[in-house]
């Protein structure tokens, strides 16, 4: 058991640890990749098709809904059923993005060669310049988040912060870039809190 003023300790330690870890983002994503991927994702005319495993997985599900929000239509393809028949839906135009801190996953490495022979684009994020998944893609955004704020270095944490912290920059410069208002957010988004505030209430 731990003390409460441990418990509050490892809380602060892991604020400044992921704290550090976005603020980083801004010296170490490779500044030419990074606008790259924001005007493919905002000229794209098919799916952003995102994809991971473990908590690369839970990462892309949250980070699809945000590209709906913002007029990019996107769904989370599952790669354990990928290659059980779901490869089928991807197409051409599509962009297939890939989150995998290693890069070392085979399920995304095998996913790689069948979008492009289905005729999508291919983007990875990793943190392994040197992967497979790195090499094989059409642009790969390399991660420098350092140690996790986890001590024994096995939960996703910094990275994952990271991970989000990127794609809702990507987000805004998507929104940026394609003009879009509070009208179009009238349409998608009329419930809720944001709905109340568009109406004025």
Do not use: W
Not at 23 to 35: C, S
Not at 66 to 90: E, K, Q, T, W
Request: hydrophobic share 40%.
């Amino acid at each position: 058991m731990r003390t409460r003023e441990e418990l509050y300790q490892s809380c602060l330690n892991t604020f400044a640890n992921e704290a550090h870890a976005v603020a980083e983002l801004a010296n170490t994503v490779d500044r030419e990749k990074l606008v790259d991927l924001v005007e493919m994702i905002a000229a794209c005319k098919g799916h952003i098709i995102m994809t991971g495993c473990g908590t690369s997985g839970a990462a892309s599900r949250k980070i699809s809904q945000v590209f709906n929000c913002v007029d990019r239509a996107s769904m989370y393809l599952n790669p354990a059923d990928a290659p059980h028949g779901d490869y089928g839906v991807i197409r051409p135009e599509d962009i297939v993005i890939i989150i995998t801190k290693s890069g070392k996953s085979k399920e995304m490495i095998d996913l790689i060669p069948v979008a492009k022979m289905r005729g999508a684009k291919v983007v990875a994020v990793t943190e392994n310049p040197d992967s497979a998944v790195a090499r094989e893609s059409d642009l790969a955004i390399i991660l420098s988040t350092g140690l996790e704020a986890c001590p024994y270095q096995c939960l996703s944490t910094t990275s994952v912060t990271a991970v989000f912290a990127l794609f809702d920059a990507v987000s805004i410069g998507v929104m940026l870039q394609n003009d879009i208002t509070t009208e179009y957010f009238k349409q998608v988004h009329p419930s809720g809190g944001v709905g109340e505030m568009l109406r004025g209430k």
